[in-house]
């Protein structure tokens, strides 16, 4: 009997090759291309999908990638409001002094001034 192309049986009923010249689950790649075997509960799954089965499950993932990419849109745009917000309420604080004697000593950014401080 040739071991190498013989299959054993598990206790749970799956057929199992043994490895080849000690080629196990670690096998590099371009080893020896190995059989994907499903379990029945598995077989019957593909067995019950039909077209419109799978247009329906195609329709699903399609619009959770939709609401995934969109709900990553709208992070980043919150992200970036946030930041320039905070980077804006930093300048107007550092250079506040300035802005102040720049309204002081010119006419339209008085106006300005005014107009934002209700002075």
């Known amino acids: 009997m040739n071991t190498a192309r013989t299959t054993t049986r598990r206790a749970s009923g799956w057929a199992v090759e043994p490895p080849e010249d000690g080629a ?15 379990p029945p509960f598995w077989h019957a799954w593909f067995a019950r999908q039909t077209e419109p089965r799978l247009a329906a499950l195609d329709e699903l993932v ?14 980043r745009l919150k992200h970036a409001t946030v930041f320039a ?23 339209a950014l008085r106006a300005l001034w005014k107009l934002l401080t209700g002075a």
């Open 62 to 75: 399609d619009a959770h990638v939709e609401r995934r990419a969109l709900r990553r849109y709208l992070r």
């Open 85 to 107: 917000f905070v980077a804006a309420a930093a300048a107007a604080h550092w250079f506040s002094d300035q802005v102040a004697w720049l309204a002081a000593h010119v006419p």
């Open 24 to 38: 196990g689950p670690g096998v590099a790649l371009g080893g020896r291309p190995r059989t994907i075997r499903f």
